[in-house]
């Protein structure tokens, strides 16, 4: 047949990461989508998004890490729960895009400020069992680097407000009664999740 157009660079697909995927808590999930789209119009922040929901899983089935891991498209899940509401077959669509953002930070895909800003978080919490805000942004700002720092005295006006109105203490909290304990939760957790991923 002469009228058969061949693509120069054939599309390379990549099954060890769909099945990585799939070895997520709710990764496997991403096996029962049925492409409907109705997780695309019920989400508001689509149109921010590099791919949607739908094209997120259809990518990943096709075991297209790069673009996947690269996509702001899980780091601008807002985890409002709609699609997972609306979604015919059930799918924890939310569950899944805190599945991938937490891969993606141990893997290095962290170029995306919100992941900077999930890191700290979490540190924070770990350290003192509860959040600090001051703590929070300090985190943020130190983990995003020097042009970021910079940017933040362009807030100061924010900050000096959220200071006025009590919004951000400048002393941190104490931490919480039964932090060893916490740590021993979060550990047996790690340590639970790591089984199911071999």
Same mark, same amino acid.
């Given at each position: 047949?002469?009228? &058969? !157009?061949? =693509?120069? !660079?054939?599309?390379?697909? !990549?099954? =060890? ?21 109705? &997780?695309?119009?019920? &989400? ?19 075991? *297209? ?6 996509? !702001? ?5 807002? =985890?409002? &729960? ?44 770990l350290g003192r069992g ?46 919480? *009664? ?16 790591? *089984?199911?991923?071999?």
């Open positions: 047949m002469t009228g &058969c !157009n061949k =693509s120069p !660079n054939p599309l390379k697909y !990549n099954g =060890s990461f769909s099945k990585e995927v799939y070895h997520l808590e709710s990764g496997s999930y991403v096996k029962v989508c049925m492409q409907c789209g109705v &997780c695309v119009v019920s &989400c508001a922040t689509r149109q921010d998004m590099d791919y949607t929901p739908r094209k997120l899983f259809q990518m990943i089935r096709a075991g *297209k890490k790069e673009e996947v891991m690269k996509s !702001n498209t899980m780091w601008m899940c807002t =985890s409002c &729960c709609t699609c997972k509401a609306r979604c015919p077959r059930g799918i924890p669509i939310v569950d899944v895009m805190h599945d991938l953002k937490s891969m993606a930070i141990k893997q290095g895909y962290v170029s995306y400020p919100q992941a900077a800003f999930y890191q700290a978080f979490w540190q924070e919490v509860r959040v600090f805000e001051g703590g929070v942004t300090a985190r943020f700002f130190l983990k995003r680097g020097l042009g970021d720092i910079m940017k933040a005295f362009g807030m100061k006006d924010i900050g000096l407000s959220m200071l006025k109105h009590g919004r951000m203490p400048l002393v941190p909290p104490k931490t919480i *009664k039964g932090m060893k304990d916490l740590r021993k939760i979060v550990e047996k957790a790690q340590e639970l999740q790591q *089984k199911e991923v071999r």
